[in-house]
C-alpha cells in the first residue's frame, strides 16, 4: 500500500461526489436514518436559534437536519465535489419549500487534517468570537488520517456551553477488520438448526488502513480508506486539546432487520455495535 494513496484520501471523495449524492439523496440511507440520526437526536442539544457548524457534511444531510431543528449551519467538507453536490441538492430543498428560509445554511471547503486549511477557515467565518454552540461530524472520523488539527480547532471554535458530537463505525468491531462468524448447530434429538453469530477479531491497536466500499463496488473509481484507531488513540487528541467527553452511544440495527438470504450480513450480527457516538464539550 503507498503511503502516496493514503495520503490523498480525499481524491475517492472527489471522484466518487455524485455516486454518493445518489446514495443519500434527501433523506439518507437506512443507516443514516436508523442508526445515525438516533444518535444525533440524543447528543445534539437542539435549541433554536443555535450557531452550528456540520464538518464532512457529504452532501449535505446533517447540515439541513439542523437547520430544521431551528439553527443556522455552516456545512463544510474537505472535497470540494461534495461541496457542491450538497449545495445544489439543499438549494433544491429550499426551492421545493422543504427547508424554511427562516435559517439557511452556507458552504465552504475545509480539509480538517490540515492545520492552513483551518487557519484560512478561521479567518473567512464571521464573528468568530462568540463561539458556536453545535460543531457536528457524522461518519467522517475514520475517513482522515490526522485527528489532531480537528481537536485542537474545536476547543478555539466552540463557545463555552458549545458541545461537539461525532459518530464513526465502531473501532471494535467494524475499522479494525473483524471477520464473522457463523456457526450452525443441528440438533439430533429435534432435528431443528439454529445459528450462532460471533465476531473474530485478529487485531485492534495496531490494525493498518483499509480500503471500505461504501457504495457498489462496480461503480466505485477508486475506494476510501478507512483509518482504524483504538479507542485511546482516537480520544487522546481531544482530550490533549482541553475536551472531555460527557456522553456515548452505541447503535445497531436489531432483530426486525434480519437477512434470511444473506446469513453473513452483517445486518444479522446485533449483538455487536455498528455505530459509535460520542459528545465532547470544554473542560471547565
Known amino acids: 500500500m503507498s503511503s502516496t494513496s493514503i495520503e490523498n484520501a480525499l481524491t475517492p471523495w472527489e471522484e466518487n461526489a455524485a455516486i454518493w449524492d445518489e446514495a443519500m439523496g434527501d433523506e439518507g440511507n437506512h443507516y443514516f436514518r436508523l442508526l445515525e440520526l438516533p444518535i444525533l437526536e440524543k447528543l445534539v442539544p437542539r435549541q433554536r436559534g443555535s450557531r452550528a457548524i456540520d464538518l464532512a457534511t457529504g452532501n449535505g444531510l ?5 437547520v430544521q431543528e431551528g439553527m443556522s449551519v455552516l456545512a463544510t467538507d474537505g472535497a470540494s ?3 457542491e453536490r450538497a449545495r445544489a441538492r439543499t438549494n433544491d430543498c429550499y426551492q421545493r419549500g422543504q427547508l424554511s428560509d427562516e435559517h439557511q445554511i452556507s458552504f465552504q471547503t475545509l480539509d480538517v487534517t490540515d492545520p ?3 487557519q484560512e477557515f478561521m479567518s473567512n467565518i464571521s464573528e ?4 458556536f454552540d453545535i460543531i457536528t461530524m457524522n461518519m ?3 475517513d482522515i488520517k490526522h485527528i489532531e488539527p ?3 480547532s474545536l476547543k478555539q471554535l466552540l463557545n463555552p456551553n458549545g458541545c461537539f458530537v461525532a459518530t464513526l463505525l465502531h473501532p471494535l468491531f467494524f475499522t479494525s477488520g473483524a471477520d464473522r462468524q457463523i456457526i450452525v448447530h443441528e440438533d ?3 432435528g431443528k438448526r439454529s445459528i450462532e453469530r460471533s465476531i473474530i477479531l485478529k487485531k485492534y491497536l495496531n490494525a493498518p488502513p483499509a480500503r471500505q466500499l461504501p457504495f457498489p463496488e462496480r461503480d466505485m473509481v477508486q475506494p476510501p480508506f478507512s483509518f482504524h484507531r483504538p479507542l485511546h488513540v482516537l480520544l487522546a487528541p481531544f482530550f490533549q486539546a482541553g475536551l472531555v467527553m460527557d456522553a456515548l452511544q452505541e447503535t445497531n440495527f436489531d432483530e426486525s432487520f434480519h437477512d434470511s438470504a444473506r446469513e453473513y450480513a452483517s445486518v444479522n450480527f446485533v449483538e455487536f ?3 459509535l457516538g460520542f459528545r465532547m464539550r470544554r473542560a471547565a
Open 150 to 152: 480537528l481537536a485542537s
Open 273 to 275: 455495535p455498528k455505530i
Open 140 to 142: 467522517a472520523l475514520m
Open 128 to 131: 468568530p468570537k462568540h463561539g
Open 188 to 190: 439430533p434429538v429435534t
Open 62 to 66: 446533517v447540515a439541513r437536519w439542523l
Open 116 to 118: 492552513g486549511s483551518w
Open 81 to 83: 465535489a461534495m461541496v
